[in-house]
């Protein structure tokens, strides 16, 4: 059973840029949320999406924005790139039909802003 | 607002030792999640929690939950190198579906 594919895994930009990274669910995975990892403010939920629905979103700007397709694919788009931004990017594929589920993670698009 | 906090921060064990990881939510959470990160990977999921007093064990690795207390535990027995990593535990708000607050992490090294 194929896992949560992210692409790309690495990218280098530079400010004022836009970034757009895809997530690949588990097959039969409907719920793809998104998270930030930085050494500074740790994990942070961006946002999730449910059938094509955005159900939450985090503390984020409107820079950051997302989507998802009909075959459960999900995009991240990150514009006018700061040199904040710069962090791994992780996409957690699950389910989503009950609350009990477990939230499985792909390897993450690093990202490097200059 | 669901805040989860982590203690301790890092820790040093000898092989063989054992040791227990906190983690601590402020309010009701749904369930409770631990990962296991290694350097420049992704988050393996551990275990989930769902109820209280919910206890999981995988090899040297239990976890528990007190929703009581606001508290859960991973406990290592008889650690052994491989286990080097970083641990995240993770609550969801209730009604937030899949939005996880993570606690800051606990970074183990297991010395031989």
């Known amino acids: 059973k194929a896992g949560v594919t992210q692409t790309p895994r690495y990218l280098i930009k530079t400010r004022g840029q836009q970034v757009t990274l895809s997530c690949s669910p588990i097959?039969?995975?409907?719920?793809v949320s998104w998270y930030q990892q930085t050494p500074g403010q740790g994990l942070q939920f961006l946002f999730e999406?449910?059938?094509?629905?955005?159900?939450n979103k985090g503390n984020f700007p409107g820079r950051f924005s997302g989507r998802q397709f009909s075959n459960s694919r999900s995009e991240m788009n990150v514009s006018t790139l700061e040199l904040g931004d710069s962090a791994l990017y992780l996409c957690?594929?699950?389910?989503?039909?009950?609350?009990?589920?477990?939230?499985?993670f792909g390897e993450g698009s690093r990202l490097t802003v200059l | 607002e669901l805040k989860v906090e982590q203690n301790p921060l890092f820790l040093s064990m000898q092989e063989g030792k054992n040791y227990t990881i906190y983690c601590n939510y402020s309010?009701?959470?749904?369930?409770l999640y631990w990962y296991r990160q290694d350097p420049g990977k992704s988050l393996e999921s551990l275990f989930v929690?769902?109820?209280?007093?919910a206890v999981k064990q995988e090899g040297r690795l239990m976890a528990s939950l007190d929703t009581k207390a606001r508290l859960s535990t991973l406990h290592i027995t008889a650690a052994v190198h491989d286990l080097s990593a970083t641990y995240f535990c993770?609550?969801?708000?209730?009604?937030?579906?899949?939005?996880?607050?993570f606690g800051s992490g606990t970074q183990l090294t297991v010395l031989p």
């Open positions: 309010t009701t959470s749904d369930r």
């Open positions: 999406y449910f059938s094509e629905t955005q159900r």
């Open positions: 957690a594929s699950s389910l989503g039909v009950s609350n009990t589920g477990e939230l499985f």
């Open positions: 097959s039969g995975h409907r719920s």
């Open positions: 929690l769902l109820s209280n007093g």
């Open positions: 993770a609550g969801i708000l209730s009604g937030s579906a899949r939005q996880l607050t």
